[in-house]
T-cell receptor, first 114, second 111 residues
């Protein structure tokens, strides 16, 4: 199984809502990533988990809260988002958090904040 | 600071042609370079990863080369098909093992 899955595919939420994005991989990878991608731009790294511990937080606002319940799952909890947070949110995983490790991406969650 | 550039930003060619996409980077001290494909509104598909010790990688009709000394990589697509239409991104490893991305080349293959 060389797949990263993400749910939901689409999400529309108001600025006062609380929602969560989910990501799952069964490749035995020990590093997992959240990226944000705006239209016609490359992905921007948000968070990296390595061996279920947060290793990188790219100065992301606290209204985004990551969680790694186990080595296969990664969540992104959303609260009090702004319309400018609307984007495609991508999850990725790699064998480790090393320079030689190929990253595999999920299909993304298209988030719209009203 | 590592910078990655992809030229051209967009490319339109007739079906069946062979084509080359370019990726250049400013700091040759990389461990690997990855080529991705992204269909509109979709996630990224990893196409090829070239490690710094390698000069090229092949997968089907795709061939990626790497010249670290000149800071360049090319993605060669043979016998292009309409299904190859997508945006192609290259990325190199940066500090903290993060990926440094090019802006992508939007490829359109005309039937």
């Amino acid at each position: 199984d060389t797949e990263v899955t993400q749910t939901p595919k689409h999400l529309v939420m108001g600025m006062t809502n609380k929602k969560s994005l989910k990501c799952e991989q069964h490749m035995g990878h020990r590093a997992m990533y959240w990226y944000k991608q705006k239209a016609k731009k490359p992905p921007e790294l948000m968070f990296v988990y390595s061996y279920e511990k947060l290793s990188i937080n790219e100065s992301v606002p606290s209204r985004f809260s990551p969680e790694c319940p186990n080595s296969s799952l990664l969540n992104l909890h959303l609260h009090a988002l702004q319309p400018e947070d609307s984007a495609l949110y991508l999850c990725a995983s790699s064998q480790g958090q090393g320079a030689f490790d190929e990253q595999f991406f999920g299909p993304g969650t298209r988030l719209t904040v009203l | 600071k590592q910078e990655v550039t992809q030229i051209p930003a967009a490319l339109s060619v007739p079906e069946g042609e062979n084509l080359v996409l370019n990726c250049s980077f400013t700091d040759s001290a990389i461990y690997n370079l990855q080529w991705f494909r992204q269909d509109p509104g979709k996630g990224l598909t990893s196409l090829l990863l070239i490690q710094s010790s390698q000069r090229e990688q092949t997968s089907g009709r795709l061939n990626a080369s790497l010249d670290k000394s000149s800071g360049r990589s090319t993605l060669y697509i043979a016998a292009s098909q309409p299904g190859d239409s997508a945006t192609y991104l290259c990325a190199v490893d940066g500090s903290n093992y993060q990926l440094i991305w090019g802006a992508g080349t939007k490829l359109i293959i005309k039937p």
